[in-house]
DNA sequence: GCCAACGTTGGC
DNA sequence: GCCAACGTTGGC
């Protein structure tokens, strides 16, 4: 079992639209790192932090969990798309994507929060400049920040 | 809306 | 294969 942290903005699709839709296929990841973690390392039963970017304020609003994977990112080939890449061909589509169900909505531990934290310093999502989308989280890292849900 | 940081593209 | 130009992310 692994864990992970997912961003998306909320204006686009937040915790609240995951817990109403139940689950989603995570679409629109045109970063191959992200994509790789997507495709070669997350399973069935992986738990996601559900992180709300460009937000006022952004943080983790909630948690997710895996429940596919290799799914092929239908927006590839959708020509009115803004996710549309026409180097990519259906026999060989270069967007794989998981899909994720919703499993609980947070209280919203905010960014400026959790760099507050030393525990947290080497998460990926508080250092400068990385704007990765999807990124791994520690064992220890996670039961920190889920344990921040009393504190705030 | 600004812009730093970073990834991607394309000319050579 | 280099690297300048350009595009994107995402906090502020």
Do not use: C
């Amino acid at each position: 079992l692994n864990y992970w942290l997912m961003k998306s903005e909320p204006d686009v699709f937040s915790i609240q639209d995951l817990k109403k839709k139940k689950r989603t296929g995570w679409d629109g990841v045109r970063n191959y790192q992200a994509r790789n973690y997507m495709r070669d390392q997350m399973k069935v039963g992986d738990l996601v932090l559900f992180y709300h970017s460009n937000a006022e304020p952004p943080g983790i609003a909630g948690v997710a969990k895996v429940s596919a994977v290799g799914l092929v990112d239908p927006l590839q080939f959708d020509k009115k798309s803004e996710y549309y890449d026409p180097k990519s061909k259906p026999d060989a589509p270069t967007w794989l994507m998981v899909e994720v169900e919703f499993v609980e909505e947070l209280p919203l531990i905010p960014l400026d929060r959790l760099k507050k934290e030393p525990a947290l310093k080497d998460m990926p999502l508080v250092q400068k400049g990385t704007r990765l989308s999807v990124m791994p989280v520690a064992k220890k890292e996670w039961d920190h920040v889920l344990a921040l849900k009393g504190t705030l």
